[in-house]
């Protein structure tokens, strides 16, 4: 089993839509989860870290649920240009702070 | 927030032979991360570079084929040796901020073995 597993999508939205990703985890030591969102050909960059409470920045919601092992993303009122790959990311205390990158979900959002 | 300068940022080579990326930062850090991103695949971390000692490989990955050098603590060393077409990828190095709260990535060395 992955130890971070997404949809990989990719999911095809119109501009307005509302669309979530769901992440599961595998390793309930896991500390700290993020998004991160990577565009074509560029490298990663964080979108947002996710807390237990629930998060909100702007148009997107982050989400985590430690029992279940599960994150999510949801973006509200989806832009053309929130056209990416989002990756799902947990971080681990193994000796040093090691991040586990998910395959990541692709979106893609059309006029 | 950290910058990173990642070179070359592509490169096509010849089987057998060996590629050095070069990642310069804007701070001093302590630990450098150099990750692999295969086609349609996410990030998987090669290895943690730490100045003044020797680089921790993760599982599937060792020295003889991904040496690292870290001289200092603004600037790291991957080099990928012997390569062949499998190696060809996308390779990133990441450093994180302080409190771990964020990583910062290089631009990304895309290889090709031919």
């Known amino acids: 089993r992955k130890e971070v597993e997404q949809d990989p999508g990719p999911f095809n939205v119109p501009e307005g839509a509302t669309v979530a990703f769901n992440c599961t985890y595998s390793?309930?030591?896991?500390?700290?989860f993020f998004w991160y969102r990577q565009d074509c050909r560029k490298e990663p960059k964080l979108l947002m870290s996710?807390?237990?409470s629930g998060n909100e920045d702007g148009r997107f919601t982050a989400q985590l649920n430690r029992a279940s092992q599960y994150i999510s993303l949801l973006i509200r009122d989806s832009k053309l240009s929130d056209s990416a790959t989002y990756l799902c990311?947990?971080?681990?205390?193994?000796?040093?702070?090691?991040?586990?990158f998910g395959t990541g979900t692709r979106l893609l959002v059309s006029p | 927030s950290a910058v990173i300068s990642q070179k070359p940022s592509r490169d096509i080579c010849q089987r057998g032979t060996s590629l050095t990326i070069q990642c310069q930062v804007d701070?001093?850090?302590?630990?450098m991360f150099w990750y692999r991103q295969q086609p349609g695949q996410s990030l998987t971390l090669i290895a943690t570079?730490?100045?003044?000692?020797?680089?921790?490989?993760e599982s599937g990955f060792v020295i003889d084929k991904f040496p690292i050098s870290r001289p200092n603590l603004t600037f790291s060393t991957l080099t990928v040796s012997n390569m062949s077409p499998e190696d060809s990828s996308i390779y990133l190095c990441?450093?994180?901020?302080?409190?771990?709260?964020?990583?910062?990535f290089g631009q990304g060395t895309r290889l090709t073995v031919v």
């Open positions: 990441s450093v994180q901020s302080q409190g771990n709260t964020e990583a910062f």
């Open positions: 390793n309930s030591a896991s500390q700290s």
């Open positions: 996710v807390y237990s």
């Open positions: 990311v947990v971080m681990m205390n193994t000796g040093f702070q090691k991040l586990v």
């Open positions: 701070s001093q850090v302590t630990m």
């Open positions: 570079a730490n100045q003044g000692s020797e680089a921790t490989y």
